[in-house]
């Protein structure tokens, strides 16, 4: 079974920077792609940034040019490094792996990490 799970959220000022980081565990696994979510209050869980374990890198709008995504194969380690927070960028994040176990490919989710943006 693969166990995902997040670190380093936490309460940051407007326009300041985070480091999230997301690490997949288990046995006999292998990742296909990783990434992240979020999700604010009353609203719907939304995509933030996704890479493939060959390094192919996905980026909803709002995360262009703000947020960096990386991810280490040899840790099984996905961080979203993210700067010039703002407020609305509030939310948990959650982390997410397309991972390939137990003879079948399956999405897993973390349990999230509060982000929150305010002065």
């Known amino acids: 079974q693969v166990r995902i799970e997040e670190s380093g959220g936490g309460l940051v000022q407007p326009g300041g920077s985070l480091t999230l980081s997301c690490t997949a565990s288990?046995?006999?696994?292998?990742?296909?792609?990783m990434g992240w979510f979020r999700q604010s209050p009353g609203k719907q869980r939304e995509l933030v940034a996704t890479i493939t374990s060959g390094g192919q890198i996905v980026y909803v709008g709002f995360a262009e040019g703000r947020f960096t995504i990386s991810l280490d194969n040899a840790k099984n380690t996905v961080d979203l490094e993210m700067k010039s927070l703002y407020v609305n960028d509030t939310a948990i994040y959650y982390c997410?792996?397309?991972?390939?176990?137990?003879?079948?490919?399956?999405?897993?989710w973390g349990q999230g990490t509060q982000v929150t943006v305010s002065s």
């Open positions: 288990g046995s006999a696994f292998s990742i296909y792609s």
């Open positions: 997410w792996g397309w991972i390939a176990a137990d003879k079948s490919t399956s999405k897993y």
